[in-house]
């Protein structure tokens, strides 16, 4: 199998611009994408080149379960499964760091995965008066997918990096999140990106867009 966002998503710039919230000083960018796609990396450039508050829902579970709270009780045998946590605690939780950062600037990475956080994401961010600018969907193909992924297992150990799971996160990625893309894509926010290359290769076709959004 191959193409993975193919289907969904064609066509890579939009006419609406990625100029969204430049008026207020908001910037609202939505990083999707399979697992192993890139995600985690190409967020911590974008924050940094753009100036961005990085939110990424993986990093932030993956604190909680650290610290042993009581969400990351909750959350850590979900994550080892491979399945989602329940979409109320996410929310809550993305709620709390969107509400402080003001202006809203910031680089989602692995939110939102489902459609009941995609329509609470729109109403946090219609309150908070930040439309989203842009969502950067990052395309790999899926054996290329699992290599990296298994790679990362070696090299970082996280838990939820083995064949099982990364198999259920694909399958929910393909069933619950992918179909968010048509949603954006509807809206005219969608831009898919070849996730393949270096990665300052993906980071520069990453900029162009949001670059080229900034000139219209
Ligand atoms: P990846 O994209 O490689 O699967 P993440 O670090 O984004 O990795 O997510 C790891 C796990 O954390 C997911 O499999 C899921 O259990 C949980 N998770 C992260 N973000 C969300 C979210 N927005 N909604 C529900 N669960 C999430």
């Known amino acids: 199998m191959s193409g993975y966002d193919q ?10 611009g990625v100029l969204g919230g ?7 960018v939505l990083l999707m994408g399979p ?6 990396t190409q967020a911590s450039r974008l924050a940094e080149t753009h100036d961005l508050l990085k939110l990424s829902t993986g990093d932030m579970l993956r604190s909680h379960v650290k610290q042993g709270s009581e969400l990351g009780l909750r959350a850590k045998s979900l994550m080892d499964e491979g399945v989602l946590v329940p979409d109320d605690l996410i929310i809550a939780m993305v709620r709390g760091e969107l509400e402080s950062s003001t202006p809203v600037r910031v680089l989602l990475d692995g939110f939102p995965r489902t459609t009941a956080q995609a329509e609470a994401l729109d109403v946090l961010l219609s309150e908070l008066g930040a439309p989203i600018d842009a969502v ?6 899926s054996e290329e997918l699992v290599r990296r992924l298994l790679g990362r297992a070696k090299a970082e ?9 990364i198999r259920t996160r694909m ?11 048509d949603y954006y894509k509807a809206a005219g926010k969608l831009h898919r990106v070849d996730g393949v290359g270096s990665e300052a290769e993906v980071s520069e076709r990453i900029n162009a867009i949001l670059e080229a959004g900034r000139k219209s």
């Open 136 to 141: 950067v969907v990052l395309s790999v193909d």
């Open 157 to 165: 150990g996280r838990s939820d990096d083995n064949e099982d799971t």
């Open 7 to 16: 289907a969904a998503v064609s066509g890579g710039t939009t006419d609406t």
């Open 171 to 181: 399958q929910v990625y393909q069933e619950q999140t992918r179909p968010l893309l």
């Open 22 to 28: 430049a008026a207020s000083g908001t910037k609202v």
């Open 35 to 40: 697992p192993g796609a890139g995600k985690g």
